[in-house]
């Protein structure tokens, strides 16, 4: 019987997910550089010198994922937020924690949910509960995993707000 490595993605900030701008250069980031330099370490040293600043600095280890981000958007000609947003998602949640699975219930009662192919439709909270997190709408504007139990209460009760008109119309 032939076997099968299975193949893993790597997440692009680990395990917790949130993007930390001051934060060292993650795994994955040093990948995606280096994958857009074709390999070629002097052309790596020229992105890095470029980002900081300092001609005498080579290694992408000493720069933060800000600065990281800036050379991957370069490297792509991306002038959109799309890399940086796609490493900071506010609506990342614990499992463990009790608050963050009555937000994906309430959000499953309000019917803002998306399809998933493995566990059928989910509360959408790296979509919609992102981008409410985010906006003006939002009584407390920092991610989920962030919030002390008196803001995450703060977001449910706005949140049943939500599913109480979504399920009167």
Same mark, same amino acid.
């Given at each position: &019987?032939?076997?099968?490595? +299975?193949?893993?993605?790597?997440?692009?900030?680990?395990?917790?997910?949130?993007?930390?701008?001051?934060?060292?250069?993650?795994?994955? =980031? $040093?990948?995606?550089? &280096?994958?857009?330099?074709?390999? =070629?370490?002097?052309?790596?040293?020229?992105?890095?010198?470029?980002?900081?600043?300092?001609?005498?600095?080579?290694?992408?280890?000493?720069?933060?994922?800000?600065?990281?981000?800036?050379? &991957?958007?370069?490297?792509? #000609?991306?002038?959109?937020?799309?890399?940086? $947003?796609?490493?900071?998602?506010?609506?990342?949640?614990?499992?463990?924690?009790?608050?963050?699975?009555?937000?994906?219930?309430?959000?499953?009662?309000?019917?803002?949910?998306? +399809?998933?192919?493995?566990? #059928?439709?989910?509360?959408?909270?790296?979509?919609?509960?992102?981008?409410?997190?985010?906006?003006?709408?939002?009584?407390?504007? +920092?991610?989920?995993?962030? &919030?002390?139990?008196?803001?995450?209460?703060?977001?449910?009760?706005?949140?049943? #707000?939500?599913?109480?008109?979504?399920?009167?119309?």
């Amino acid at each position: &019987m032939k076997t099968t490595k +299975k193949q893993t993605s790597t997440p692009p900030l680990g395990a917790g997910g949130l993007y930390n701008p001051e934060g060292p250069i993650t795994p994955f =980031q $040093k990948k995606r550089i &280096m994958h857009n330099c074709n390999y =070629q370490v002097e052309i790596k040293n020229e992105w890095v010198q470029w980002v900081t600043g300092d001609t005498n600095r080579t290694s992408l280890s000493g720069i933060t994922q800000a600065e990281a981000v800036r050379i &991957m958007r370069q490297q792509t #000609g991306d002038t959109t937020e799309a890399v940086e $947003k796609s490493v900071e998602n506010w609506g990342y949640f614990d499992n463990e924690n009790k608050q963050h699975s009555y937000i994906r219930s309430i959000l499953r009662t309000a019917n803002i949910v998306v +399809k998933n192919g493995r566990w #059928g439709e989910v509360a959408d909270m790296e979509g919609w509960l992102d981008r409410f997190l985010k906006s003006p709408k939002s009584p407390v504007k +920092k991610p989920l995993k962030q &919030m002390t139990k008196q803001e995450v209460s703060k977001i449910i009760t706005a949140l049943e #707000g939500v599913a109480l008109w979504k399920n009167s119309i």
